[in-house]
């Protein structure tokens, strides 16, 4: 089968789907690999690059769509997109398919079979292929850095013939994937690390890696929120009275706070409140990574850097796995590269498009006509 990737038309979008290196690993799968001429220069790779890899280089996003079996790209396409989709191609794709009813439509009447990289499900077999967790822990390290960035100080302590430098105390709120890039990332710059999650398994984590578990004076268990496919769910009243109270405590000594708090399907949890940021020092940063969903802290303005009264940077970049475009682009080739891997279980270029299979179910969107989402319960947890 012939993979192709487009270059990618979101405005700002410097990721791509495919490298020369997961071009190489596609090819002994059996397949021949196409990309669109320029599609990877964002991303500091090369049309050269892709051609000693052995794939070829075709002009425009037109002649790609006619030829490829399988498009693989990164954000979900655009209508004139759509309507280079054919009869039983295969879209491998993020498409949030939770928010875009209409897409799935305009897709299957394509007679398209849509996977979304998105429902790829989070059980151990899957790792390989969940672009969610290899995106979410770019954006984690990276908020680290953007904070500091903003933040007028070192993150680590110091005492130099100048005088002595306090550490920075930075609050991660929410330890999961995105979360857990952010502590580990911000103990090695040498802050003081304090996290917080309303999973209580996942403070051993937490404290393995250098940083404080912030427990709550809350009389049950920190949450029944375990949930399901490792995600949480949403607290009750009282623990998220008890958890604001906490963080109402600790808000004036705290120089960074980064939010990554996420319930599935649902807008942000608002946890870090206007009298929190109004009681922060002058030049305190918060990153809110949920900003796309309303993000975690009052204030926060989706793509946008704001500065408040009292001198608190408030950012909420949404696009940061791709102000990472290298780095993001080889994690994500490589999980759609795995993907393929399951797609093609003979390894010589053709394509089993097995709906038995949970990990291929649950993340193909459309097939046969059809829209397959909402998929049936994993059969295997
Ligand atoms: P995840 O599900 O792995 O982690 C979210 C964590 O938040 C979980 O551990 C959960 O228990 C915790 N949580 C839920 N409710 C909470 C609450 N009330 N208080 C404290 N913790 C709570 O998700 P992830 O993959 O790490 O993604 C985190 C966020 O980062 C998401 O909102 C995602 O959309 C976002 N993200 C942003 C960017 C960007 O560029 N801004 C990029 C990738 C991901």
Not at 98 to 116: M, R, S, W
Not at 260 to 277: C, G, H, S, V
Not at 339 to 363: F, Q, W, Y
Request: glycine share 8%; proline share 5%; with cysteine.
């Amino acid at each position: 089968m012939k993979i192709g990737t487009p270059k990618e038309v979101f405005e700002g979008e410097a990721r791509v789907a495919m490298t020369p290196d997961s071009a190489l690993q596609l090819q002994k799968l059996g397949h021949e690999c196409l990309i669109e001429s320029g599609a990877g220069t964002r991303a500091g790779f090369l049309d050269a690059a892709y051609e000693e890899a052995g794939v070829t280089v075709v002009a425009d996003a037109g002649a790609l769509y006619a030829q490829a079996d399988v498009v693989a790209k990164v954000r979900q396409p655009s209508e004139e997109e759509v309507k280079l989709l054919r009869e039983g191609q295969t879209l491998i794709s993020f498409l949030n398919p939770g928010g875009n009813a209409e897409l799935l439509e305009d897709i299957k009447a394509q007679g398209t079979t849509a996977i979304a990289m998105e429902m790829v499900p989070r059980i151990s077999r899957a790792q390989k292929m969940d672009a969610l967790s290899s995106m979410a822990n770019i954006a984690g390290y990276r908020a680290v850095i953007e904070a500091g960035n903003n933040f007028g100080r070192f993150f680590t302590g110091q005492i130099t013939a100048a005088g002595k430098v306090p550490p920075a105390k930075v609050l991660v709120i929410g330890a999961g994937v995105a979360g857990l890039a952010a502590i580990g990332t911000s103990t090695s710059l040498g802050a003081i690390t304090y996290a917080f999650d309303v999973r209580p398994e996942v403070a051993e984590q937490v404290e393995s890696m250098g940083a404080e578990f912030v427990y709550l004076d809350f009389e049950e268990e920190q949450q029944d929120g375990a949930a399901t496919g490792g995600y949480a769910s949403v607290s009750s009243p009282e623990f998220r009275e008890a958890q604001l109270a906490k963080f109402r405590e600790i808000a004036p000594d705290i120089d960074i706070v980064i939010t990554t708090a996420l319930i599935p399907n649902r807008e942000a949890p608002k946890l870090w409140l206007e009298d929190m940021i109004k009681s922060m020092k002058p030049g305190s940063v918060i990153v809110d990574l949920a900003a796309e969903k309303g993000g975690n802290a009052e204030g926060t303005v989706a793509d946008e850097k704001v500065v408040t009264d009292n001198g608190v940077t408030i950012i909420g970049y949404t696009d940061f796995p791709s102000r990472m475009a290298t780095q993001s682009s080889s994690l994500y080739a490589t999980n759609i590269r795995h993907l393929m891997t399951d797609l093609t279980p003979e390894k010589d270029g053709v394509i089993n498009h097995d709906m038995e299979d949970d990990v291929i179910r649950s993340a193909t969107v459309t097939h046969d006509h059809e829209i397959t989402f909402p998929p049936p319960p994993l059969k295997v947890q």
